[in-house]
Each structure stands twice: as C-alpha cells, then as structure tokens.
C-alpha cells in the first residue's frame, strides 16, 4: 500500500487530506505539522480570537474524523530534511519517513524585520499561529498602560487594530506608505479604512517607519522618522510573510517567489505536490503567476491536487476571493485589482459601498464594504466574464442584474 505524507496542517493540508481520501486514496495518508494544536481556522487569529481570549480554537475537523477517514496526524514535529532520490523525510522527533507521494502545504511564517536596539525578551510579536496569538493575549493581561503598537497597515495590522480596541487598548497603527491596505486595494478604499480606524480611536501614522527600539520602564520606546518616539507595552509586526519553501529549495525544485507548480498543482518531481500560500502558480483568468494568501486558494488547490493525484486532471481556475472583518464591518473580495486602469464606486449608504475595478473595460475585481450583494454580483460577473457598462455600476438606482450592456 502507498502512502502520502503531506507536510503542513493547515487549510490546505486538511483540505487535501480529506479530499484525498474522498477521491479514492486507499494508501496510508500521514500529515505532519510542527504546530502542536490541532489543525485550526487561521482567519480569526487576529479577529473573534484574540479579543476572545476565553473561547478556543474553531477546528478545521474535529479528532474522530481524521480517525474515521484513516488520515494519521502528526503534530508538533517539524520535517528537517528531504531526500528525493529515496523518498524520505527526517522530522524532528529523529525519526524518518518514506512517502510514495508527498505534498507541500508549508505555507509561510510572518516576518519579523531587524531593527536597531532589539534584544531577545522584548514585548515583540508577529502573528502567525495559535501559539503566537496566546503570546500576545498573555501580554496584554500582564501590561497596566495597554498601548499596542502595529506596524504594518496592512489586513492584519487593521484587524489587529480592531480587536485590541475591543480589548480596551490604545492602539497606534504604523504604515510606511502614504495609506493603508496599498497593496491590496484602492485608494477610496483605504481612505475609508483609515478615517473609520481614527473614528474608533486607533491612531493612523503614514509614511512612519520604526527607526529603533529601546527597552523602557512600561515595554517599548519606539523612535519613528521625525525624530518622534511612541512608548508602547507592545508591538506587534504585520509586515508580510517568508514562504516556507526551503525543503523545497534544498532539493532543487524550483521556489524563487513560491514553490512552483503546475495547473494541477504538480512540481517538477513527478512524486511531489504542492499547495496553498507556499505555491506560485499560473492562474489562467489573470493570465500570470501568482501566490496568494487565502483559505480560498488553498482549499480550492487542495481539491485540484487531490484529483491530479487519482488521476483526474482538472486544471486549477479558481477565482480569487478573500474577506476582511473590522469593528461591524465586513469587507468581501473577489478578483485580483491590481493593474486597474478604471474604478466605479457604488454607494449604498455610508458604510455599505463597492468598489468595481476594470482594465480596459474588462471587469477585473470588486470590494465590497457591507454589501454582500455586490460580492455576489461581482463574482457571478468575474466566472462568465460578462462586458459590463460602467455607467450602469455606478448608477445605485438600476438593479446588480441589469448591469451587462
Ligand atoms: P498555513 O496556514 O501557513 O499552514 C502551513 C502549515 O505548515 C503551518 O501550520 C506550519 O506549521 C506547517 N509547516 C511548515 N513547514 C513545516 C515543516 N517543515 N514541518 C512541519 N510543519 C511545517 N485568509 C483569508 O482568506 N481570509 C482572512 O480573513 C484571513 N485572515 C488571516 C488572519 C491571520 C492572522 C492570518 C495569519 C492569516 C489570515 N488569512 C486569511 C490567510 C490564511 O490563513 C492563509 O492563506 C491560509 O492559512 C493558508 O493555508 P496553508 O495551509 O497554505 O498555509
């Protein structure tokens, strides 16, 4: 009987385990993660959980289906080292382990950047994993003045933000670029993002980049660029993410930006699979190559991998989506804007907007703020790729089903 070991437990790793077996799998499946919890939903690390600290973990599965589906979980041990050649893997407990198929759900770390004046024992965070999320709570119960500071404007950054104001805490968000969620969005958007952060007392500081650190009485004191300093019991970095890809890279597969892998998720090692966060793949609505960052993308890869392995090759063509949750607000993503030529605003009420992006008249992505409608709308317009007239998006008196030309 074969067996196929996935590395990394998480959205995608679960995901392909259970469509694996789903498939038809009747080898042995080992999935092996260095986090010791069992496998979790990552997105309300920095939302419902952490201002929630009594609450745990919502479970990606709970334990008896990974006992009923024969899926044998392995948890907190690290895969150290690959060797393809004898299709083994060394983990950390000292043992080694052959695989006749092996897939790569590493997904990425947050990143931590070097700055003057660090020392070990500082009150520093990123936010990654359940342990990291428990560092930070226990910080905020211990420290009396309760001032975060974020670094990074970013999703997790305003999440983060968000939640530490539930928790009662003055919080300061620092961006180096002149607005917030640039990577990511327009900037009607973040202009939006940043006036309703103010509104509930986070203060915004753009173009600011942490130039020291210095121990102090409370936790932190923090020289930005004009000679200010900010004193903080806490700071917490969401400055983006390092892709898990060095067992890759070790072997010589292909990992410059992502692992490489095909449309049905394959790596140049006909024996090797790789999904989720840690991928670069060709997506074909966008016409390029991308690695994403979502539930979405590594839920959706996980299927098509799970098929190309039983023989079923369906070619992955998922459309990206992705959500945000701030204070009330519920932000909701699909498709990709960046290399909008065009934008329309849609104005439902004074929190509930969309956002419509195009390039060169194609409909390239929406973000909507609190209405879930447009999210709908824009999705079924993205899959049949349907011309829309602008004039009629930015128009709220004609209906989301009348916008085709
Ligand atoms: P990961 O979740 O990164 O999992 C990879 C796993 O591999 C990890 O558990 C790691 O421990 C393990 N691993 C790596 N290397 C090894 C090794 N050598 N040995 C053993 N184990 C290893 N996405 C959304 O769509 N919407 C959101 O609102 C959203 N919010 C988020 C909020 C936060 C705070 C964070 C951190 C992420 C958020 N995301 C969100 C992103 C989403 O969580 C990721 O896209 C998703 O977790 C990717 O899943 P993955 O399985 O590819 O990788």
Redesign the pocket.
């Known amino acids: 009987n074969q067996t196929c070991v996935v590395?990394?437990?998480?959205?995608?790793?679960v995901s392909f385990a259970f469509a694996l077996r789903k498939e038809g799998w009747q080898g042995g499946i080992v999935l092996?993660?260095?986090?010791p919890d069992l496998?979790y939903h990552?997105?309300p690390?920095?939302?419902s959980y952490l201002a929630n600290p009594g609450n745990g973990l919502s479970l990606l599965k709970a334990q008896e289906s990974y006992e009923k589906e024969q899926i044998q979980l392995k948890l907190g041990?690290?895969?150290?080292t690959l060797d393809r050649e004898s299709k083994a893997l060394r983990l950390s407990d000292g043992n080694v382990l052959s695989y006749d198929k092996l897939v790569f759900?590493?997904?990425?770390?947050?990143w931590m950047p070097q700055l003057n004046g660090m020392e070990p024992g500082m009150p520093l965070f990123t936010?990654?994993?359940a342990g990291d999320m428990r560092r930070i709570q226990q910080r905020v119960g211990q420290s009396t003045s309760k001032r975060a500071l974020i670094v990074g404007g970013g999703?997790?950054g305003l999440?983060l933000a968000a939640s530490f104001r539930k928790m009662g805490l003055a919080v300061a968000v620092m961006e180096r670029e002149e607005r917030v969620l640039s990577r990511v969005t327009a900037p009607e958007l973040s202009s939006y993002f940043e006036k309703l952060h103010r509104s509930q007392g986070v203060e915004v500081l753009l173009g600011q980049e942490v130039k020291a650190i210095r121990p102090s009485k409370n936790g932190l004191q923090v020289s930005i660029m004009d000679n200010l300093s900010i004193e903080a019991d806490l700071l917490v970095f969401g400055v983006g993410i390092r892709v898990?890809s060095e067992?890759a890279e070790q072997t010589g597969l292909d990992a410059t930006g992502g692992i490489a892998v095909d449309g049905q998720c394959r790596t140049a090692d006909k024996h090797i699979y790789a999904?989720?966060?840690?991928t670069l793949h060709y997506n074909p609505y966008y016409e390029r190559h991308l690695r994403?960052?979502?539930?979405?993308?590594?839920v959706d890869q996980a299927k098509t991998a799970a098929a190309a392995l039983m023989g079923k090759p369906e070619v992955y063509d998922a459309l990206p989506w992705?959500?945000?949750?701030q204070y009330d607000l519920k932000l909701q993503m699909v498709g990709l804007s960046q290399g909008y030529d065009h934008s329309v605003l849609r104005r439902e009420g004074e929190h509930s907007f969309s956002l419509w992006y195009f390039k060169e008249g194609r409909l390239l992505a929406v973000d909507a703020v609190n209405v879930p409608k447009a999210y709908v709308w824009g999705t079924k317009y993205l899959k049949e790729r349907t011309a829309l007239d602008s004039e009629k998006v930015g128009d709220p008196t004609i209906d989301y089903s009348s916008f085709a030309f």
């Open positions: 590395i990394g437990a998480s959205h995608a790793g092996i993660d260095q986090d496998p990552r997105p690390l920095s939302k041990i690290k895969v150290t759900a590493t997904g990425a770390r947050a936010l990654r994993n999703f997790i999440e898990n067992l999904i989720g966060d840690c994403l960052e979502s539930v979405q993308n590594a992705f959500w945000s949750d």
